[in-house]
Structures are given as C-alpha cells and as structure tokens.
Nanobody, 118 residues
C-alpha cells in the first residue's frame, strides 16, 4: 500500500523557519514526474505552494518566492520555509504525481499543520 508520510510542521513565530518532509513508502516513486507542496487555510481553497519535476525544475507561488525552497531526494520531498509570515498559516499537503504512459495518478500526504504567530 502506498503512503506519503509528512513531518516537520508546528508552531513558529513570524520570521522563523520550518522544514517539511514527505517520504513515500512503496514503489510509487517509479514514474513520478513531479512532487509538490500544497496548502489550505481555513475557509480557503487548496493552493499550490511549490513544485519540482523529475529533472529538478521548480516553480513557486508568487507569495512564497524567495522565502521557500523545494527539493527532492529519491522518494522524499522537502520544503524549507524561511521568513515565515502569519499568512503562511495553513495545513500543508505533499503531492506525488505519477505518470505511466497515458495513466496518471496523484498521491497525497495526510497534511501537517503550520501555524505562524505574529
């Protein structure tokens, strides 16, 4: 059974840093063409925070550019978050996108809470 296990969330003061990790069990990292982090704040839609492709190309939401860094190592994806702001408070979810020919699958972590106090 495939599982994505997240860790690293918590409570931090504005200006602080956190590092999120998401590790996959099983063999889903085969044919994974992209890994990403999303977040969802109460009452808001889930939004893309950062993504990284198989070849290491990255893209970021404008709101986190210059503060967050996404990276990957084999079957683990990381999100280094610096200069955190109260507006970054949300549940953060990792996503692994698998593509095998014409078949695509998305796998999600259970979510980890990040709370930034002012």
């Amino acid at each position: 059974q495939v599982q994505l296990v997240e860790s690293g969330g918590g409570l931090v003061q504005a200006g602080g840093s956190l590092r999120l990790s998401c590790a996959a069990s099983g063999s889903i990292f085969i044919f994974i063409d992209a890994m990403a982090w999303y977040r969802q704040a109460p009452g808001k839609q889930r939004e893309l925070v950062a993504a990284i492709t198989q070849i290491g190309s990255t893209n970021y939401a404008d709101s986190v550019k210059g503060r967050f860094t996404i990276s990957r190592d084999k079957n683990t994806v990381y999100l280094q978050m610096n200069s955190l702001k109260p507006g970054d408070t949300a549940s953060y979810y990792c996503n692994f996108h698998q593509k095998i020919g014409a078949v695509e699958n998305d796998y999600w972590g259970q979510g980890t809470q990040v709370t930034v106090s002012s």
